[in-house]
DNA sequence: TATGAATGAGTGTTCATTCAT
DNA sequence: TATGAATGAACACTCATTCAT
């Protein structure tokens, strides 16, 4: 029987899942080795038999969720559609990132300049180019006539806002799925609080 | 004996203020007394001629910015006027004070759990009552005809996260004023994207 | 295989006695965690792999004579004998005590109230019992007519004075035995100046 | 009217006064110059008007007991009289000394390793020249028949122990006088605890 | 005479990381 | 692969003392 999938538990993911955990709730600073060791049951110095350094652990977590919403925004713009389709479906996946991944994606929001300058960097570029992609649609939209002719930047950074934060309050576990949360900010955001 | 410069410096407020900056810029964790000190001139331990602790700086700062929404709130929900208008006023006023105190802003959304858990206990009783303010308001739009029968949680929410990301890219000094940016958000909010 | 040294020094053995030598000769506050670092040849910050803290170095210290002299008078209640030859065995036990335990014994005397407020009760409370079982043997010896009827508690407390002072000057690796330093106090307590 | 006395309150005494108390109950390295500031009401960096340095100020403390004893010790060896006599007189001058300044007292014993190596001769000098001063009389009462022959230094440790140890307990202001205690005292170590 | 501000050294303790075993 | 020990820098904070006012 070969081809077998290595049979050793993958210490790296697990370690990298502990520490989001803990960096989500005390920090990236408030948390220590010791900290994330404790959390697997191994001490702190044998972290790095599996890992380079806590930097790093931090990198990977800010990265997962760059890389992901990247990838998310990339195949929206790929798929076409019409722009309030597409706006629904930029909701729906990041809702759905930030929602299934709560902590990384604290992780991403609050420590991310902890990283090295250069990596900063990037992440920097990686938030510029999702942006890039929202205000596009929105363009696309208002050329179309799906949308009135409102400023871009503004209401870019609006649908940002309300998909960002919510990282604070929102569990997907419960009575709002994700589905229903995009619908309800999709609609908010066409309609308005307007009566018809 | 005209001329006379103010003989007292209030250190205090200096130490608050650069806390507040290093507070924002480095996190709680990463700024040091040391840094505070060298920021206003002075050795770490002269600081605490002016200061009680390192925690007692994060809790005058998210103090101040509690207490001003705390009172903001109050006095719109006071002042009546339409829905409409008052949500207006409360984008207005929560904007500017996020805008004019970005540092200050930035302190409070990350490092308030890094106040002791009375302390926590307080801010977050402050926020979820602002947050009932605002549904209030919402709550009286539907019932006069105002507002569409949105769910109010949810809507609540949206403007809070509009609002409160503000402090991540927001800087009233630029081409973009507040009463601009509340316009702007009010606007979109009751209007939509919808082309009329 | 012969010949194997013990693969582990016991460090925490050799800070408490390092600890003990300091705290005796410069005080509790006197002495920094450095100070030990550098008695058994490590950085401070190292000290904290084998040890608690300071404050439970000095609670080893101070419970080791506390826990010895407890249990030393209770032995001696227990087996009984004549009140003289108990009183003999008291001294003889607290003078080893002591004479062979100086550092610790100084640092039991001088540094007891630098423990924290509830380990302070409970160094009072042992000494109150060891202090009572003194008691009882004089009060027996008077009962039974070997002594005659004086004050229990003064009495007590001379020679409690006399056995505890021994940290202050005594040596037993000198001239002087523990036998016969105890064969002197008890003589002199018993038989007193008067010449017969 | 010339030749006042200075008005002024002994700032001087005040301050000894207090840091006595402080440095009884935590100790000389546990008593801040603040603790003595705020004793008497006034700023730590103020003491400075009237003070030395806290060294002085041990001191001042440790010094005023080793005179007082110096002096008793010179005056009972001076005025002659029985052996006997003259034990009685030094117990009950020493307890005098301990019981009516036991603050200064207990300073005297713990703290004096924390002045300077020549101010440490000094008084060490001085305990050397008390305790010489005692076995002058036990011996002079040997010589006269007035006490049995016994071993003079280590009957003038056991009264010294006996004495020197009243700091920890004895309080004159109780039940017990100390011409009463003194009284015990010298029956207990002449007469011992033979019954006739 | 007393203050408020400052100093600079020092406190106990924690930390990320290394390394021989 | 994991451990236990160690490092050396850093941390928040306190201290005795000084000094201009």
Request: charged share 25%.
């Amino acid at each position: 029987m070969p081809d077998r999938v290595p049979a050793t538990t993958d210490y790296q993911a697990a370690i990298i899942e502990a520490a989001a955990g803990l960096f989500a709730r005390q920090g990236y600073r408030g948390t220590s080795m010791r900290d994330i060791g404790a959390a697997i049951g191994i001490h702190a110095g044998s972290l790095y038999v599996h890992i380079e350094s806590k930097e790093d652990l931090l990198h990977q977590i800010v990265n997962s969720i760059m890389l992901q919403s990247e990838q998310d925004m990339a195949e929206v713009l790929a798929q076409g559609g019409t722009p309030i389709g597409q706006l629904h479906e930029i909701a729906l996946r990041d809702l759905r990132l930030i929602g299934e991944n709560r902590e990384r994606a604290t992780v991403f929001f609050h420590e991310w300049r902890n990283l090295s300058p250069q990596r900063q960097e990037v992440v920097i570029a990686s938030r510029d180019r999702w942006e890039d992609g929202l205000r596009s649609v929105l363009r696309r939209g208002i050329e179309l006539g799906e949308f009135r002719a409102v400023d871009v930047r503004i209401t870019g950074i609006a649908l940002t806002s309300m998909l960002n934060w919510a990282y604070v309050w929102y569990s997907p576990g419960g009575e709002l799925s994700v589905e229903q949360l995009a619908d309800q900010y999709a609609d908010l955001l066409v309609a308005g609080l307007r009566p018809r």
